[in-house]
């Protein structure tokens, strides 16, 4: 894989702060998890099933052109150790060019990039997208130079969340 071309970051950043408003924010907005093992975690339902949620993200990923670094079954994972657990697909992607500017802030933030997306399916069928809120990994890594950045990356994230669970 190479990496993006200075006008594709061009392209990406104008997509990231064009984008309606329609379709960067979910007419229901993305609430905390109330689990409070899930600190800084957002999510958004899914009018969709889990198969077509997980299509429909990775599809958007794709379509602004973001880097799709891959996608782990942990359902699969799981079998393969002979352990249940809920339908779950981790979905990692990112933009090289706007992630690593986290990185110059502080090198340890590697550990949250590239982003990942959780697509879950609830006890009760309901089916989440679920990401890490980008003002809690600001904070978790004490970044206080890059707003502008961490502002864009919570648009665009919210824009493919929005994207994969919208009918």
């Keep these: 894989m190479r ?48 198969d077509e949620t997980v299509a429909r993200l990775k599809a958007d990923v794709q379509a602004k052109g973001i880097r799709f670094f891959d996608a782990i079954d942990q359902t699969a994972l799981g079998a393969s150790a002979d352990l249940k657990i809920r339908r779950s ?12 500017q986290f990185l110059q802030s502080n090198p340890y933030a590697g550990l949250d990039w590239p982003v990942r997306m959780l697509v879950i399916e609830e006890a009760d069928g309901s089916v989440w997208v679920a990401w890490t809120d980008f003002g809690f990994v600001a904070k978790r890594y004490a970044i206080t130079d890059k707003a502008a950045q961490f502002k864009m990356a919570s648009e665009v994230a919210g824009s493919i969340a929005t994207a994969a669970t919208s009918r």
Excluded: E
């Design 3 to 50: 990496p993006l071309s200075a006008a594709a970051c061009a392209a990406l950043a104008f997509l990231a702060t064009s984008l309606p408003a329609a379709s960067r924010a979910s007419t229901a907005a993305p609430v905390a998890m109330p689990a409070p093992s899930a600190s800084g975690v957002v999510r958004l339902r899914s009018d969709n099933g889990f």
């Design 89 to 100: 697909t981790l979905v990692l992607f990112g933009n090289p060019p706007l992630g690593v």
